[in-house]
């Protein structure tokens, strides 16, 4: 009779014990989708800065062209993106691009002929609305890594999220989000 009922007591154990693993996992995993839809929906603004920024740069070019190092450190980084296999790798590189996109209009401020032309104005103007989208869509994808960080790093959920490979993901910083770095320096990333 005994043996029965400690049978039945690790049962109960063992079924409560995989009930919640499989809770835990499931919910770590649904953030883990809102996470990807909302980064679908900012990736595709990305991309779109990333085809208008090597134009703004060309323009730069060719009124200054001592800024060639501008021009190369932003194809490496498009030419990085593109490559990028993991969502953590992606945000890491837009967040450098939008310090370098910081410093590339605090550089072109230092040339006027570049500031009354209209192509460089235009661009500017579509580079900046971009922006604007990437930064309407940055704050939903922000809290939805919010969560996701939280939520991977609460009791229970903290002993198996690292087990099962929800790590710590960073939060995208937008031109709007006032960037860290303005004055980068282009010949020593060059």
């Not at 029965?4 to 835990?24: E, H, Q, T």
């Not at 996992?25 to 990736?43: A, D, F, H, P, T």
């Not at 009791?155 to 099962?164: G, I, L, R, S, V």
Request: proline content about 2%; glycine content about 4%.
């Amino acid at each position: 009779m005994v043996a029965l009922f400690a049978s039945v007591f690790m049962g109960i154990i063992f079924g409560v014990s995989l009930l919640l693993l499989m809770g835990i996992y499931n919910g770590l995993q649904s953030i883990k989708k809102q996470v990807k839809r909302n980064w679908e929906s900012v990736e595709l603004f990305l991309k779109r800065r990333e085809e208008e920024l090597p134009r703004l740069v060309e323009l730069l070019v060719k009124i200054a062209p001592q800024e060639k190092a501008v021009l190369a450190k932003v194809s490496e980084l498009r030419e990085r993106f593109s490559n990028a296999n993991s969502l953590a790798d992606k945000i890491l590189i837009s967040n450098e691009m939008t310090n370098i996109l910081a410093s590339l209009f605090l550089i072109a401020e230092a040339y006027p002929e570049l500031q009354r032309s209209g192509e460089f104005k235009m661009l500017q103007s579509r580079i900046l609305e971009i922006e604007k989208q990437i930064c309407a869509r940055q704050e939903h994808f922000n809290t939805t890594i919010k969560v996701y960080n939280h939520r991977s790093s609460q009791f229970p959920d903290m002993f198996f999220a690292q087990t099962m490979g929800f790590h710590t993901l960073e939060f995208l910083k937008t031109y709007e989000d006032g960037v860290e770095e303005s004055n980068y320096d282009f010949r020593a990333a060059a």
